[in-house]
């Protein structure tokens, strides 16, 4: 089982769009994919239109959770929504707190990729879905301010990993919201080429309405519309992440 967070430290950058579409590519692909919601924005949740009675907030606090079916080969722990900030607190007084996500799902198994769909801070939730990951893919959108994004996401990792005896790796950064038409997307996007040197995606995610519109259908792009570029650029992503796993 490989387990994997998609993460970075400013918004906006495409996450939760990587998140559900990587993780319904991979289970259209044949492969057993759990997505869990870190985020008290319920984004993941809110696509694929489903709620848990238990959700994150049980998970850390009891060991106890809904795993919900979304679609086939595909299933959903939702995060709870506000009550998750709460949970932050409560954990941050407890034993081993940064690895409260890692013992809850220790015995987990019939799971071929776990995705932790982070959220754009600096909380323990986010540092127990990295303690938890074995890699992190990390979407930088075509402005500099995401790539310090990056940057600031990878040091955080460096600082957890000196301090824990499992290393969490980087699988690759992901160029997001890419525009041909702009000097600003091809600048960008060869200065982190140039700075993130093998650790970047061949896979570029390009700007697409498709995109933005699937999740008000409550659906992933390869649903939506699976003749957009979205798709196409999703599925590679797919295509990639499967050899990587």
Known sequence: MRKLAVITSKGGTGKTTTAVNLAHGLALCGMKVLVIDC???RNVALTFDVEGKRTLCDLLQYGNVDVIEARKNLFVIDSGGRDLAEIEMVLASRTSRERRLEMALA?????????????????????????????????VSMDYLAQAGARQTMQIIDEINEHSTRKTGIMGILPTFYDARTRLSHDVLGSMRERFDGLMFKSVIRVNTSLREAPSFNQTIFEYSPMSRGAFDYYQLTEEVLNRV
């Open 39 to 41: 985020d008290p924005q």
């Open 107 to 139: 015995n987990l198994k019939g799971c071929d990729v776990v995705i932790c769909d982070c959220s754009p801070t600096v909380n323990l939730i986010n540092i127990n879905a990295i303690v938890y990951a074995d890699q992190v893919i990390i979407p």
